[in-house]
C-alpha cells in the first residue's frame, strides 16, 4: 500500500475492521505488500521531504548566524519558532503517512501485527504531544 497524494482522508476504523476482515477471509499471511518490500509510507514523497528538510536545515544554520552576528534576542525567538513549527509540519505529514502505510498495511495482515503497530503510533504521537 503507497500513498500518492496527501489530501485523501484517513481509513475509519471500520474501514481498516472490513479490510483486516477481508484480508483473513482471503488467507493474509499469503499477502505481500510494498512494506514487506522494505517500502516506507513515505517514499512516494520522498524527493519532497528532501527539500522540506533541506529549508529546514537552512533555518537552522539560519539561527547559528543570527546568534552569531549579534541580532535581538527576539528576533532569534521569532525564527525559532519559525523553525519548530516547520518541523512539527512535517512531522505530522511524516506521522499520516505512517498511518496510511504501515498501519494499513499491518491491518491487512492482522494478527498482532495490527496491535503492535496501533502501539508504536499512539506513543509517536505521545512523544509529538510533549514538544
Not at 481509513?11 to 476482515?21: A, H, I, L
Not at 505481500?32 to 519532497?48: A, N, S, W
Not at 494478527?111 to 503497530?117: C, M, P, Q, R, V
Given at each position: 500500500?503507497?500513498?500518492?497524494?496527501?489530501?485523501a482522508?484517513?481509513?475509519s476504523s471500520?474501514?481498516?475492521?472490513?479490510?483486516t476482515?477481508?484480508?483473513?477471509?482471503?488467507?493474509?499471511?499469503?499477502v505481500?505488500?510494498?512494506?514487506?518490500?522494505?517500502?516506507?509510507?513515505?517514499?512516494?514523497?520522498?524527493?519532497?521531504?528532501?527539500?522540506?528538510?533541506?529549508?529546514?536545515?537552512?533555518?537552522?544554520?539560519?539561527?547559528?548566524?543570527?546568534?552569531?552576528?549579534d541580532?535581538?534576542?527576539?528576533?532569534?525567538?521569532?525564527?525559532?519558532?519559525?523553525?519548530?513549527?516547520?518541523?512539527?509540519?512535517?512531522?505530522?505529514?511524516?506521522?499520516?503517512?505512517?498511518?496510511?502505510?504501515?498501519?494499513?498495511?499491518?491491518?491487512?495482515?492482522?494478527g498482532?501485527?495490527i496491535?503492535?503497530?496501533?502501539?508504536?503510533?499512539?506513543?509517536a504521537i505521545?512523544?509529538?504531544?510533549?514538544?
Amino acid at each position: 500500500m503507497t500513498t500518492t497524494g496527501t489530501g485523501a482522508s484517513a481509513p475509519s476504523s471500520q474501514d481498516m475492521t472490513d479490510v483486516t476482515e477481508a484480508a483473513r477471509a482471503a488467507g493474509a499471511a499469503d499477502v505481500v505488500t510494498d512494506h514487506d518490500r522494505g517500502i516506507h509510507g513515505y517514499h512516494e514523497q520522498k524527493q519532497e521531504h528532501l527539500k522540506r528538510l533541506r529549508r529546514i536545515e537552512g533555518q537552522i544554520r539560519g539561527l547559528q548566524r543570527m546568534v552569531d552576528e549579534d541580532v535581538y534576542c527576539i528576533d532569534i525567538l521569532t525564527q525559532v519558532s519559525a523553525s519548530t513549527k516547520a518541523l512539527q509540519s512535517f512531522a505530522l505529514q511524516l506521522l499520516e503517512e505512517h498511518l496510511r502505510h504501515c498501519v494499513a498495511d499491518a491491518a491487512v495482515k492482522g494478527g498482532d501485527e495490527i496491535d503492535a503497530k496501533v502501539k508504536e503510533a499512539t506513543q509517536a504521537i505521545a512523544r509529538m504531544l510533549r514538544t
